[in-house]
């Protein structure tokens, strides 16, 4: 099972609204409404950003959004500020392999 | 609060066996995944394995399997990750992190354990 497909690196002035990208097959993405996010900053941890395609756990910014069409899963982020530079996952359950979960290739978004 | 508490650091040689664990407190959820991550030094995040504490249901990704073990002990809230023999490609940090059984999103993560295997 190969990884989902994600833009190596996104960028944006401050202010301004970005979207990442996040490619798979029927399997996975385009099977199943369980795309998640995860942001994760230099020596940090992943912390859940959005799940279930859309949702967005409490006490997330509102800045962040997700959606889904077809095969591709999508993250933006508006109102672009500098906190928000840091790698970006998705992550989608997938019938494809064990175990049951595959993530992205990972987005670095960088802040101008 | 839910919060996932990683054992420490760890400095092993190629061969050596390692075990290292992951504590779970706060959640009132019977029955729930533990996931293992690698992140190899300027990678991305990859799925090792998940493990349902309510039955011990363990899913390995055909990379790691046989290579690693994923066990638990409910009586103590804590999952481990485990190594025979490790080789210098085994360095990396390694997150564990939990998802309710039935819901698809793991959350939150453990601090991390990074593992480094140098002769």
């Known amino acids: 099972q190969s990884a989902l497909t994600q833009p190596a690196s996104v960028s944006g002035s401050p202010g301004q609204s970005i979207t990442i990208s996040c490619t798979g097959t029927?399997?996975?993405?385009?099977?199943?409404?369980?795309v998640s996010w995860y942001q994760q900053h230099p020596g940090k941890a992943p912390k859940l950003m959005i799940y279930?395609?859309?949702s967005r756990p409490s006490g997330v910014s509102n800045r962040f959004s997700g959606s889904k069409s077809g095969n591709t899963a999508s993250l933006t982020v508006s109102g672009l500020q500098a906190e928000d530079e840091a790698d970006y996952y998705c992550?989608?359950?997938?019938?494809?392999?064990?175990?049951?979960?595959?993530f992205g290739t990972g987005t670095k978004v960088t802040v101008l | 609060e839910v919060q996932l508490v990683q054992s420490g650091a760890e400095v092993k040689k190629p061969g050596e066996p390692l075990k290292i664990s992951c504590k779970v407190s706060?959640?009132?959820?019977?029955?729930?995944?533990i996931g293992w991550v690698r992140q190899m030094p300027g990678k991305g995040l990859e799925w090792m394995g998940i493990?349902?504490?309510?039955?011990?249901?363990?899913r390995y990704s055909p990379s790691f399997k046989g290579q690693v073990t994923i066990s638990a002990d409910k009586s103590i809230s804590t999952a481990f990750l485990q190594w025979t023999n490790l080789k210098a490609s085994d360095t990396a940090m390694y997150y564990c992190?939990?998802?309710?059984?039935?819901?698809?999103?793991?959350?939150?993560w453990g601090q991390g354990t990074l593992v480094t295997v140098s002769s």
């Open positions: 706060g959640y009132s959820f019977t029955s729930y995944w």
């Open positions: 992190s939990v998802a309710v059984d039935g819901l698809y999103w793991f959350d939150p």
């Open positions: 493990m349902n504490l309510g039955d011990s249901n363990t």
């Open positions: 992550s989608s359950y997938t019938i494809s392999t064990t175990p049951d979960y595959v």
């Open positions: 029927s399997s996975d993405v385009g099977g199943y409404n369980y």
């Open positions: 279930d395609v859309s």
